[in-house]
């Protein structure tokens, strides 16, 4: 059985700790990270270090229109919507947040689904191989406990969204070979996924989370305070923290 | 109530007829049209010229990075793969034809929804329009008969892909507002097709369907002859020819 994969990868420690569990199943393995105008590069930078400490395939897909499109949220938006700052860590996941990108999930699966049949595609019909012997996975890292506000983060998404892909391909119509949507991180807390990137060694001390782009995380947003918590959970100093600490004092 | 709609325009004779559909229907209509590297520009003259005859608005987005991605289609890499010439009209639509373009429809609707989904949240969140007055509409002008072949233009697809854009919306979940996706000329032959345009006066002597991109349509290509076929049992002309005939000899 041939396992051709894609792993959506945008430098956090989420995708990341996914990234490095795909790596361990699939041979043939693709990161895709999206670059839509987010308010700092800071994630690409990561994602690029990542995927080379790694040694795995790495795509960079240019989405410059989405900033347009989508154009209601505060992650593309700031201006129109400053990024919140919580001080209470009980405060976040209870409505949609306005971080909330219309669809973006459904266009980050979209376009990685597209490269992914190409793939599958070219190895049964160029390269000869068998389709039965094929399988198409695309690994995601949606987290559901703590992102339960976004509505494209749910599970009973993520199953309409993999008939849509398997119905609307070739290879899911033609070949038999459903378009999977891995996530593996779903039903995991903070601290279990800390724990899973320690235990696959992620290179986390490379990963970013923070919503903003400055030097050193802002430990205000939900991000940063969602991550904080994980690691204080864990017992474990964070060590992407450490290495910032390393790299200020050297 | 409320209609925020979308249409998505490729400057064909399918696209015009649905967005002439739409356009009656719909006070608040956006024309999408996308540039993801077809083989030829004429496409998009055509949907611009035509938005601009109908008094609509129109938004172009850029996906350069299809290309890249959906490498496996002649389409896209026609290099890869000459885009057949048929000389029997039977011989269409009998399997995937290889002008199918890996999750194309895929990704047009998730474009599409999140650029809906953004106008609808506006309307709701800073114009303090009531959600129960509002409803979102994608027009899309997919054709089972003539494209049976391609997987993304099946009607079960779309019920599927509804049901994941609405799932993984803010609009669909928290507001209750449904991503219906209108498909008015799903079960329409060609010639059918041909008389409702006439009949709701979409300006078809500026639509483009040929797969070429040549000064004349090139009558050989898979498009091109579902088009003659359509006007022949029509029992009219096609409007395009005939400007283009006129162009010529003036």
Redesign the interface.
């Known amino acids: 059985m041939t396992s051709i994969a894609v792993t959506l990868l945008s430098g956090g420690l989420d995708s990341t700790t996914v990234t490095a569990y795909a790596k361990k199943r699939n041979s043939q393995l693709t990161a895709l990270t999206f670059n839509y105008g987010q308010n700092h590069s800071k994630e690409i930078e990561s994602a690029k270090k990542i995927v080379s400490i790694m040694g795995i395939e790495h795509?960079l897909?240019?989405?410059?229109?989405?900033i347009?499109?989508?154009?209601?949220?505060a992650l593309i938006n700031p201006d129109m919507f400053p990024i919140p700052s919580h001080t209470n860590v009980d405060e976040i996941g209870h409505?949609?947040p306005i971080t909330?990108?219309?669809?973006?999930?459904?266009?980050f699966?979209?376009?990685a689904?597209?490269?992914l049949?190409?793939?599958v595609?070219?190895a049964i019909?160029i390269d000869g191989e068998k389709s039965e012997n094929l399988n198409a996975h695309i690994y995601m890292a949606p987290n559901a406990i703590d992102y339960s506000g976004y509505?494209?983060c749910?599970p009973?998404?993520f199953e309409?969204?993999k008939?849509?892909?398997s119905?609307?391909?070739?290879i899911?119509?033609?070949y038999d070979i459903p378009i999977e949507i891995s996530t593996p991180i779903i039903s995991l807390s903070k601290v279990e996924i800390v724990r899973m990137g320690m235990r696959l060694k992620a290179p986390i001390e490379y990963t970013w989370s923070c919503y903003r782009g400055t030097d050193f995380p802002c430990s205000v947003c939900d991000s940063c305070i969602l991550r904080a918590k994980g690691f204080k959970e864990a017992g474990t100093p964070d060590p992407l923290l450490l290495r910032l600490k390393d790299k200020k004092n050297a």
Do not use: C, H
């Open positions: 795509k897909i240019e989405i410059p229109s989405l347009d499109l989508a154009s209601y949220s409505s949609i909330y990108v219309p669809l973006r999930n459904t266009i699966l979209s376009l689904a597209s490269f049949e190409s793939k595609l070219q019909e509505p494209d749910r009973e998404y309409y969204m008939q849509s892909l119905l609307g391909s070739k899911g119509t033609e």
